[in-house]
Nanobody, 116 residues
Framework: QVQFVESGGGLVQVGGSLRLSCVAS????????MGWFRQAPGKEREFVAAVNWSGLTGRYTDSVKGRFTISRDTAKNTVYLQMDSLKPEDTAVYFC?????????WGQGTQVTVSS
């Protein structure tokens, strides 16, 4: 069964940084575009960033451009999200998935809380 395991979340102050990691259970995902998504309390899950199979092309939602960087290490079957200059509005549970996302692939996510 396909599984993504997210980690790296935590509590950080405004302006701080965190690095999220997502390990995929199958190497078949090495050829797919992978994405990070987030869901804040009381809101729908939203797209944050995606990286193509080569790791050379990333795209971001406007609110995180210039602050977040997505990358991948194919050898480790891992996708990363470096988050800098964090803001309170970045507080959410962060998930990884293919992009576009597959409903059956959602994992538990990792909580990011930014305190002001």
């Amino acid at each position: 069964q396909v599984q993504f395991v997210e980690s790296g979340g935590g509590l950080v102050q405004v302006g701080g940084s965190l690095r999220l990691s997502c390990v995929a259970s199958e190497r078949t995902f090495a050829s797919l575009t992978m994405g990070w998504f987030r869901q804040a309390p009381g809101k729908e899950r939203e797209f944050v960033a995606a990286v193509n199979w080569s790791g050379l092309t990333g795209r971001y939602t406007d609110s995180v451009k210039g602050r977040f960087t997505i990358s991948r290490d194919t050898a480790k079957n891992t996708v990363y999200l470096q988050m800098d200059s964090l803001k309170p509005e970045d507080t959410a549970v962060y998930f990884c998935n293919t992009d576009p996302a597959e409903d059956s692939y959602w994992g538990q996510g990792t909580q990011v809380t930014v305190s002001s």
